[in-house]
């Protein structure tokens, strides 16, 4: 039996709910009398929606009293009079307007909106840039789940036509491939600024770390012409996470074989007017597998035995900021990156390095200014400055051809505009400008006596891109392209310790076209076709060498590219199960022309050449269904005949290296409320590590699987196992990769601090 007992209450309990209350009160809003509206703008695909125009009426009849913008990540943050009603417009170019009413009662209020496309021809033109300049392109976007210990190579290995060439362990030296290509035709972009270096040798992702990253877009054939034109396989652009409305701190922690460490932590909220993110990630890792030695007799099996990987340690840190504020209606942001890596350099597995090792520093700055002018026009101004220092030391010759101990600095500072448009005949239209000038200072610090000269490249782009749609929406068509100037200032040193140095300077022009276009056939199919021309200048390292093994060649023409690709994509956004909600099926034809190629003489001597053709055919395919109501199925795969056309009778035809003809990648999911596991399969066949086709890849298959568990709220538990089998493979020969590996993963996410 229930009794109801009135008491009045005592003073300790009217001290604590005023205590109570002066708490709450510290998690209100800074404007008394206001309730604030959080939420995210999305386009019919769940895509974000930036610089959408929201706006608040308290009254149809009345005009709006207070108006923002959604910023890149599509998120908005809104103080609104504490009101009993009114109601939010949300508009954005391209897209139907939505009103919707609103009940103002709460402090703390998240609502989402969902724009619906429609034709570009408008009343109104109080509207921002459609997303859609990258419609028509092949993009694939993977969102980063940091409660698992995954590296960006393990995320990039099973994506779409992407072959990752790997030395080792975590942090080894790994560069990307798509589509066939070499690594220094993919381009790496890191929040819009551009990793790849003037001195050549593709970007090394295996010291890039994954923190912070929200998601990666993955470019292939048709790339957008912001990215500008030395994209001849494609792009790979790694977005971190945009500024969080809440304040929110995260922190997680794992631990796995060959001594595997790491600690990551981060912090956003909100200073005034300003909104914050802060993040620290440590990682390291021993790399001391086991693998099968054949101690350089590839073909004699009696010696063969299990040897331990050395020298192959490594050790990361990342620390990054964000801020940024609303100006005017217009946004500002500042980006700082500072990364920072030590690793060994372990060698051939049968004559393995003890001492060889190579550091990286690496610091980026950028600041942006973007927003929306009343005509309806939009602009983004970027300025950035990015320095890295790499020191490679090997004062006993373990590695390369001699003692060597390098101090090398690349500095990077440049400017870039947009400006975006509905423009006359409602083609929507955007025009970019980028200019920087790129330093490249190399030191030896064992030859202390030798002048240290700044080699440099400076470089103006001036691009366009248009889209016009045909045919209320089911017929886009966009053509762009850009014009680059480049010029050279390099010091070619003499070839003996008294020869006279000499300065070399060249120049060259780079253009591209791209064209493409969409035809939606009903609601769930659209067909797409591209064509572009590409053009990659060559590097530093080709064009003057490294004063060692390689000569350069001062003469050597840009590589051009012709990528054409048809494709099919189905898209249904029903999720009942049962369902595949996402197939793509693409052939591509590229061929790359003046292809630069080294060429060995009798001393082992090399030099660049533009004497090679590349023909590039394949089939891609990649889906996304939901099988039953607990098990989702991703996957993809991609058979490619990357030929090669070299004038050489014994090369004539072959297959070029690290192009496997068979590559399929399957995962699966099973998720429920508090408990979720994984299964990963891969499969790669017909593979060859060399160009002569002498040395192929045994088929390899590799399983992964892993399993997250919620146990408290905002805390997960996550074990993963790598290589379940155990499987010896290699993507360069004498540089085994590990076999089975564990990992323990701990993830906590506190919110509003």
């Known amino acids: 039996m229930r009794h109801n ?104 209020n998240a609502l989402d909106f969902r724009l619906e496309l429609q034709p570009l021809l408008m009343d109104e033109l109080v509207v921002q840039r459609r997303r859609s300049n990258d419609g028509a392109s092949l993009v694939e976007k993977i969102t980063v789940d940091h409660s698992s210990n995954s590296s960006l190579v393990q995320v990039l290995d099973a994506a779409t036509s992407i072959n990752i060439r790997r030395y080792g362990g975590l942090g080894s030296l790994s560069t990307v ?38 998601q990666i877009e993955i470019h292939r054939g048709n790339v957008p012409s912001r990215f500008g034109g030395n994209s001849i396989g494609g792009v790979v652009h790694m977005r971190t996470r945009g500024l969080d409305r809440p304040r929110h701190m995260r922190f997680n922690a794992s631990s796995g074989s060959f001594n595997t460490q790491r600690l990551g932590l981060s912090h956003s909220g909100r200073i005034g007017q300003w909104n914050y993110l802060s993040l620290a990630n440590y ?100 300025s950035y400055y990015t320095e890295q220092r790499d020191t490679y030391k090997d004062l006993l010759g373990e590695v390369g051809t001699g003692l060597q101990h390098q101090n090398d600095t690349t500095q990077r500072y440049g400017m870039r505009g947009e400006f975006g448009a509905l423009m006359p005949l409602n083609i929507l239209g955007n025009v970019f400008a980028n200019v920087f000038q790129e330093r490249f200072t190399p030191h030896d610090r064992l030859r202390p006596s030798r002048v240290v000269y700044t080699n440099r490249r400076s470089s103006a782009t001036l691009g366009i891109q248009a889209e016009k749609s045909l045919f209320r929406e089911r017929i886009a068509a966009h053509i762009g392209g850009q014009g680059e100037w480049q010029k050279n200032q390099f010091l070619i040193p003499g070839p003996l310790a008294f020869s006279p140095d000499v300065i070399h300077r060249n120049s060259d022009v780079l253009w591209g076209i791209r064209m493409g276009i969409s035809a939606h056939l009903g609601k769930q199919f659209k067909l797409q076709a591209h064509r572009g021309i590409y053009r990659r200048a060559p590097s530093f390292f080709e064009l003057f060498g490294d004063r060692g093994a390689v000569i350069g060649n001062p003469n050597l023409q840009s590589e051009t590219g012709h990528n054409n690709d048809i494709g099919l994509v ?40 533009n004497i090679g053709q ?54 699966l999911e099973i998720k429920q409320s508090s408990w979720q596991c994984w299964f990963e399969y891969q499969r790669e066949s017909q593979h060859y590590l060399d ?20 146990l408290i709220p905002s805390t997960a538990l996550t074990v993963e196992v790598h290589n379940i089998t155990d499987n010896q493979v290699a993507d360069l020969w004498g540089y085994p990769l590990p076999g089975r590996s564990y990992s323990m993963t701990l993830d906590h996410a506190f919110i509003r601090l």
């Not at 066939?180 to 890039?208: C, K, P, Y």
């Not at 990054?320 to 500002?332: P, Q």
């Not at 004539?652 to 690290?658: E, H, S």
Request: hydrophobic share 35%.
């Open 283 to 382: 990682s390291a890792s021993d790399n001391t597998f086991r693998f099968w030695d054949d101690n350089g007799t590839e073909y004699n099996t009696q010696d063969d035995e299990w040897a331990t990987r050395r020298n192959s340690d490594f050790s990361a840190l990342r620390l990054l900021n964000k801020m940024g504020r609303m100006v005017s209606n217009n946004h500002l942001q500042v980006h700082s990156t500072l990364d920072w890596s030590h690793k060994g350099i372990p060698g051939l597995g049968n004559n393995q390095s003890l001492y060889t090792r190579f550091d990286t520093w690496r610091h980026m700055i950028e600041a942006n200014f973007y927003g929306m002018r009343a005509s309806g026009h939009t602009f983004r101004l970027r």
């Open 5 to 108: 007992i009135t008491r009045s209450p005592s003073n300790h309990q009217v001290g604590f709910f005023i205590a109570l209350c002066c708490v709450q009160a510290l998690f209100a809003l800074p404007i008394s009398g206001s309730v604030e509206w959080t939420g995210c703008v999305y386009d019919g695909e769940n895509n974000p929606l930036p610089s959408a125009l929201i706006k608040f009426f308290p009254n149809p009849a009345t005009q709006p009293t207070q108006s923002t913008y959604s910023d890149s990540t599509g998120a908005y943050r809104l103080s609104l009079p504490n009101s009993s009603s009114g109601h939010v417009r949300v508009e954005a170019l391209g897209y139907k307007p939505l009103d919707q009413p609103v009940h103002l009662g709460l402090q703390t």
């Open 177 to 214: 491939s798509i589509r066939g290509s070499t690594s220094e035709q993919v381009q790496i972009f890191l929040d819009g600024i551009s990793l790849n270096s003037a001195n050549g040798g593709g970007v090394d992702i295996g010291r890039l770390p994954l923190a912070g990253v929200e």
């Open 691 to 710: 160009r002569a086709n002498l040395r192929p890849v045994t088929q390899r298959t590799l399983y992964n699987g892993g399993l997250r568990r919620a």
């Open 570 to 609: 189905y898209r249904n956004l029903d999720t009942r199960p049962a369902r595949i909600s996402l197939f793509e099926l693409t052939y591509y034809h590229n061929r790359v022309n003046d292809l630069i190629r080294f060429i060995h003489n009798s001393q082992q001597v090399s030099k660049p050449y």
């Open 614 to 667: 590349a023909l590039l055919r394949g089939i891609e395919t990649r889906w996304q269904a939901q099988v039953l109501p607990l098990i989702n199925l991703n996957g993809n795969y991609t058979y490619q005949m990357a030929e090669n056309r070299a004038p050489f009778s014994f090369e004539r035809g072959n297959d070029l290296p690290n192009a496997p003809r068979h590559r399929l990648s399957n995962s």
